[in-house]
């Protein structure tokens, strides 16, 4: 073979490698959900075995009791400081709302364009933590847990899978994608435990099954 022709070899070698290597990252997911990172699957188990089990009662629960989307900064509410957290290239007016982005939500793969196809998720939903205790919490509580942006409770997620979840717990609703299931138990737990809520049976089986498996 000739010098030219293995020259003209490695080249068309390279640019197909380039050609692959695009067309991987064009089909990979290009934003992925901040979500702040949970504890470990073994602090997990450990926070778990230390939470009371108690009957969830829902009695008295509103979703105004608990003040969300509060202001976080300038024009900027929860729900809009979340989407610029978890998307990438993400564009805001002047009133802080999304124009453009790309995001990815975790609980079923899918990527978005548009802000408005996507909910932000109480990964502890707010009618799961009155039947676990926040009922006797105060308001400024409820508010403080419905906001929080330091521990992994909010993520940006599909609108539909999170209407689809509402306020189930994993004993009866996971995410579909089964790799994101050991981050979504240890962060349910990591909120449970940092609030002081209790779990009811079916829920700490389903827990502990899914930790054992991290």
Request: net charge neutral; glycine share 4%; charged share 20%.
């Amino acid at each position: 073979m000739s010098k030219f022709y293995a020259r003209r070899r490695v080249s068309i070698l390279t640019a197909l490698t380039g050609l692959i290597a695009s067309v991987a990252l064009f089909n990979s997911p290009t934003a992925s959900a901040a979500l702040p990172t949970p504890v470990s699957a073994t602090t997990a188990r450990t926070y778990l075995a230390s939470l009371t089990v108690a009957t969830e009662d829902r009695t008295g629960y509103s979703r105004d009791l608990f003040n969300h989307w509060i202001t976080i900064s300038g024009t900027c509410n929860t729900r809009e400081t979340v989407l610029k957290r978890d998307g990438s290239n993400v564009v805001t007016d002047s009133a802080c709302a999304s124009t453009s982005g790309r995001w990815y939500s975790p609980y079923d793969g899918a990527t978005w364009t548009v802000a408005s196809d996507l909910d932000i998720d109480h990964l502890v939903p707010l009618a799961e933590a009155w039947d676990s205790g926040a009922d006797s919490w105060t308001s400024t509580k409820r508010q403080n847990f419905a906001n929080d942006l330091t521990r992994p409770q909010l993520i940006a997620v599909t609108d539909n899978v999170n209407q689809s979840k509402s306020d189930q717990d994993p004993a009866t609703w996971m995410p579909s994608v089964t790799s994101y299931r050991c981050t979504y138990v240890r962060a349910w737990v990591q909120v449970k435990y940092y609030y002081g809520l209790s779990v009811d049976s079916a829920e700490k089986s389903a827990l502990t099954s899914y930790l054992s498996s991290c």
